[in-house]
DNA sequence: TTATATATTTAAGCATGCTTAAAGATATAT
DNA sequence: ATATATCTTTAAGCATGCTTAAATATATAA
């Protein structure tokens, strides 16, 4: 391929795929910020082109080749957050949009150097995997959004969703970082947010903002 | 603007007026390798969009802002290679490609920090001068193409063609480096090769190859 | 100076990746 | 089950950046 669009279609698919078991064009445009008509367009040329397996009317399959394209694309782009964060010193609200453009012009050769340069990390800034050379992505074993959390739980902050806008800068903004430990306070039952104990505070969070926010428990002593 | 296409052709011309003092379509084809017939559409194009002064079957001239233009993504191009070579160790004649695409993927503010982080160096792997944020560029004062020297003369490598098609590997070859010193035995007018010493091994360049290499001068002891 | 070669532009055409508007298919609610 | 809402596709159109072929301008040589 060669293809910036056809690669973010990839990518946005893939990860759809892997977060919500399956995606469908009214829902790629909108990821995409593009019509629907645009998308069934360039379904057929991804079809053609033996990366997605496109049937009208249906959910969206990603071919065996369209896949490994999808993991290599999430390989690179975590690469690149991985250097800007750690190496230039990015924050983790910007590596997103950065990495974004430069995934689309490296080579694989110069991915791997990348690679070995940072040392071989295995999640970029926001705590999501980097899949290895072969496409073999470790999956972390019992993370969960805050929301699946019950009250008392304590955890710590495993991942935050990199692709919802404005989101990382507000979650920086009440002191969310990996590795933060946080407890459950409360549970609103009618509008899903959760009293959450960071830093000492208390504070309330939404469940959309708690939704994108992943962790992992914490057995308690 | 934000276009691949555009940012390869205001590089070209002006780093062609910079070497031979101006530009002409049918030599820009040649560059890019693509057809005259392109580049008088891109000519307007680039005009309407004030970066060109175009005029029918004249030389193409930057404006001002076509100018500024250019020498960023020089800069752009430059401190990448500087990376690739420096700090991931890619060798000098892959860096050109890979920046190649790297430079249209890359805000300002990334740019800045690289360079900060490489500590502002001021040319590239392959000599060439890196412009700074002002578009400043150091002119090296005395620099000639080895074609340029007499006879017993000894001279210090200090840039080489990036631009010419496997000229860097056949030049890494006979042991062409940067701050490498050679000496000219003997100048053969017929075919304008040069005899020149290196390593302690005479060898004989075409007056093509020794136009691509830039020395300094040594003054005899 | 005129013929010829070379360079440049114009014209028509094509794939890409979008758009909006309209038509058709599917899903949801009553 | 049927009406309605939503989703998806089709159709027509547009800018971009190329192509080749033909027309025109400029440069070079005799």
């Known amino acids: 391929m060669n293809n910036i669009s056809q690669e973010n279609y990839l990518t946005a698919i893939y990860r759809n795929i892997d977060e919500v078991g399956e995606i469908k064009p009214n829902l790629l445009a909108a990821k995409l910020a593009i019509s629907n008509a645009a998308v069934t367009d360039m379904l057929r040329k991804l079809s053609r082109d033996g990366f997605v397996d496109y049937q009208k009317y249906k959910s969206i399959k990603l071919t065996h080749e369209g ?16 250097f800007l964060h750690q190496t230039l010193g990015m924050t983790w609200d910007k590596v997103h949009e950065e990495a974004e453009k430069l995934e689309h012009s490296s080579s ?30 470790k999956k972390s074993k019992s993370v969960v959004a805050i929301t699946e959390l019950g009250e008392n739980d304590s955890a710590k902050v495993v991942m935050v969703n990199d692709d919802v806008k404005n989101f990382l800068s507000y979650a920086t903004k009440i002191g969310i970082t990996l590795g933060k430990e ?19 505070k208390e504070i309330n969070l939404s469940s959309k903002i708690a939704s994108n926010i992943f962790v992992e428990k914490i057995k308690p002593a």
């Open 67 to 82: 896949e490994s394209y999808a993991k290599n694309m999430l390989r690179r782009h975590r690469i690149w957050e991985v």
């Open 108 to 137: 694989d050769d110069l991915i791997n150097l990348l690679d070995e340069f940072l040392e071989y990390p295995e999640v970029d800034p926001h705590g999501y995997p980097i899949p290895d050379k072969n496409g073999k992505i």
């Open 182 to 200: 946080i407890k459950i306070k409360d549970r609103l039952e009618y509008d899903g947010s959760v009293l959450i104990l960071i830093d000492k």
